[in-house]
């Protein structure tokens, strides 16, 4: 009776030798964890800025995705729509022109680089023998206006305006009025405007240069009665 009793427990010992150790949960996890944090297996992982593309063109798509729910027609109707957008965008930029300029700090002749009047005549000449034709217009206009202020017919101001310095120049030299408001307006197109300028208009105003430097001031009346 008792020496079956011992077969017996042995037998039981014996098959739960067979029967697989249940491991507790959280240990596990933890090895499972501590297995997967090997380098071994993040080789072939994308790097920070990839996985920063992949969420952005996915937010993109999804963004796609409901503006073309919500459009008429769905996707194709989204299209319709953008090249409406675009070519209604085109069609005004087309009437309008190029923005223009708004008054302000913005519109002053002078860089903050102070040159004399033979350094803005040299690098006007430079760019002009270079076919740059909007640089030498503007580098001209700034020459004239230094050459006006090295006579003393206008007093160095910073910010002044290409449109300033040609009416106030006019003053003391009309006969040359017109042909510094068209170099002023010239340089105002080319440097706000978007328009593109040609040898022509640089002839203009090398032209317009060298005359100013022959034509004397007109001297107010006041200078007129004084003595000489």
């Given at each position: 009776?008792?020496?079956?009793?011992?077969?017996?427990?042995?037998?039981?010992?014996?098959?739960?030798?067979?029967?697989?150790?249940?491991?507790?949960?959280?240990?596990?996890?933890?090895?499972?964890?501590?297995?997967?944090?090997?380098?071994?297996?993040?080789?072939?992982?994308?790097?920070?800025?990839?996985?920063?593309?992949?969420?952005?063109?996915?937010?993109?798509?999804?963004?796609?995705?409901?503006?073309?729910?919500?459009a008429?027609?769905?996707?194709?109707?989204?299209?319709?729509?953008?090249?409406?957008?675009?070519?209604?965008?085109?069609?005004?930029?087309w009437?309008?022109?190029?923005?223009?300029?708004?008054?302000?700090?913005?519109?002053?002749?002078?860089?903050?680089?102070?040159?004399?009047?033979?350094?803005?005549?040299?690098?006007?000449?430079?760019?002009?023998?270079?076919?740059?034709?909007?640089?030498?217009v503007?580098?001209r206009?700034?020459?004239?206006?230094?050459?006006?202020?090295?006579?003393a017919?206008l007093?160095?101001?910073?910010?002044?305006?290409?449109?300033?310095?040609?009416?106030?120049?006019?003053?003391?030299?009309?006969?040359?009025?017109?042909?510094?408001?068209?170099?002023?307006?010239?340089?105002?197109?080319?440097?706000?405007?978007?328009?593109?300028?040609?040898?022509?208009?640089?002839?203009?105003?090398?032209?317009?240069?060298?005359?100013?430097?022959?034509?004397?001031?007109?001297?107010?009346?006041?200078?007129?009665?004084?003595?000489?």
């Amino acid at each position: 009776m008792f020496t079956g009793g011992v077969t017996t427990a042995r037998l039981a010992l014996r098959a739960s030798d067979d029967v697989p150790v249940d491991t507790p949960r959280v240990p596990a996890r933890e090895a499972a964890e501590r297995e997967l944090s090997k380098p071994m297996y993040h080789e072939n992982d994308p790097n920070l800025l990839q996985r920063a593309l992949d969420r952005f063109w996915d937010w993109v798509g999804d963004l796609f995705d409901s503006a073309s729910g919500a459009a008429p027609g769905g996707p194709l109707g989204l299209v319709v729509v953008l090249l409406l957008v675009i070519g209604l965008i085109a069609a005004l930029w087309w009437r309008l022109g190029t923005p223009q300029r708004s008054a302000g700090a913005a519109d002053s002749l002078f860089d903050d680089s102070p040159r004399s009047a033979s350094e803005h005549r040299a690098a006007a000449e430079a760019h002009a023998a270079a076919g740059r034709w909007n640089q030498a217009v503007q580098e001209r206009m700034r020459a004239i206006v230094r050459s006006l202020e090295e006579r003393a017919l206008l007093d160095p101001r910073p910010g002044r305006t290409a449109d300033e310095a040609a009416a106030e120049a006019g003053r003391s030299l009309p006969s040359r009025a017109d042909g510094l408001r068209a170099a002023a307006r010239e340089f105002d197109d080319v440097t706000y405007g978007g328009r593109t300028a040609d040898e022509q208009a640089y002839g203009r105003l090398r032209d317009l240069d060298l005359e100013l430097e022959r034509t004397k001031p007109q001297l107010t009346g006041a200078a007129q009665g004084a003595p000489a």
